[in-house]
């Protein structure tokens, strides 16, 4: 059974057994492609998570009234991106066994690949909804496949053409963005219009969301590795994902690539836990 971290997300201080939500921390970064330190994410996110109020004034909800689990972050052996992204996927599978939702904070992009495996191999039908500023549909980035540039990519190996719907996608090589046109996703670029259409086709099914928080536009969001003009603002991503988390089958979710030193303001890593907080409570039915 996962223990509990000391130091949790504020208002997840629930036992393992009685909640339904279990979030937990996986620091890698050993694939960025620019400017690395989302392995210090998930940490900062826990430490600044205290200047948020547990209470919703968006939902009207608390999250003092719900019951979720924060086992801290994964001892993740930096170096090895295969033993890594076993571990990931060792943890989901003791949380979707347990009949609870895994909620991953990263960390890079990468280690969705871990949580979505375990997730497909419950679930068959699997499908994912994708925020994000870049299309990770690369084939391989500089000769190496698992990349945090190729995420996405290895998730449509898992699960095949039309199971992948991507939103605010405003950047990526010419080949990702043709290869899509081909169909083997749904690109929406540049900003989340369609989504209400998605989660009304997506009904019945289960649903993996992968949230990469440089979907926001940088202004807002500087604290990250790859930062990418034209994208969302908070309120937009905010409102996006309550209506998603709301709206489908979520059996399993992750928020990554806070870089916090990117940011020394901290406004990067607050504008992080609010989403994550909004997320959490958005799962609560």
């Not at 504020?10 to 492609?33: H, K, M, Q, R």
């Not at 989302?38 to 940490?43: D, E, K, V, W, Y």
């Not at 690539?257 to 990117?262: F, T």
Request: aromatic share 10%; hydrophobic share 40%.
């Amino acid at each position: 059974m996962l223990n509990k971290n000391v130091m949790t997300f504020i208002g997840c201080d629930a036992e393992y057994n009685e909640s339904e939500i279990v979030l937990f921390g996986a620091p890698f970064d050993s694939t960025t492609s620019y400017r690395p330190g989302a392995r210090f994410g998930s940490q900062a996110i826990r430490n600044e998570s205290y200047g948020l109020e547990t209470y919703s004034p968006y939902q009207g909800k608390d999250l003092t009234d719900y019951k979720i689990f924060d086992s801290g972050d994964l001892e993740l052996p930096i170096g090895d991106t295969e033993k890594v992204l076993a571990e990931i996927q060792d943890c989901t599978e003791i949380i979707l066994s347990s009949g609870k939702i895994p909620f991953m904070i990263g960390g890079e992009h990468l280690v969705t690949l871990g949580s979505v495996r375990a997730a497909a191999e419950k679930y068959p039908d699997l499908h994912i909804i994708h925020f994000d500023a870049h299309a990770d549909l690369r084939e391989d980035y500089l000769g190496v496949q698992y990349s945090h540039a190729c995420v996405l990519r290895r998730c449509w190996e898992l699960l095949g053409d039309d199971r992948i719907y991507q939103f605010g996608i405003r950047s990526g090589d010419r080949e990702e963005f043709r290869w899509a046109r081909e169909g083997h996703v749904k690109m929406h670029k540049f900003n989340l219009d369609g989504l209400a259409e998605v989660i009304e086709k997506l009904q019945g099914k289960p649903v993996y969301i992968t949230l990469d928080l440089d979907v926001l536009d940088p202004s807002v969001f500087p604290g990250t590795g790859t930062p990418e003009a034209g994208g969302v603002t908070f309120v937009e991503l905010m409102n996006a994902v309550i209506q998603t988390a709301q709206g489908v089958n979520v059996v399993g979710c992750d928020v990554n690539e806070l870089s916090p030193v990117y940011d020394p303001s901290g406004v990067s890593t607050a504008v992080a836990g609010k989403i994550i907080r909004e997320f959490l409570l958005a799962l609560q039915v």
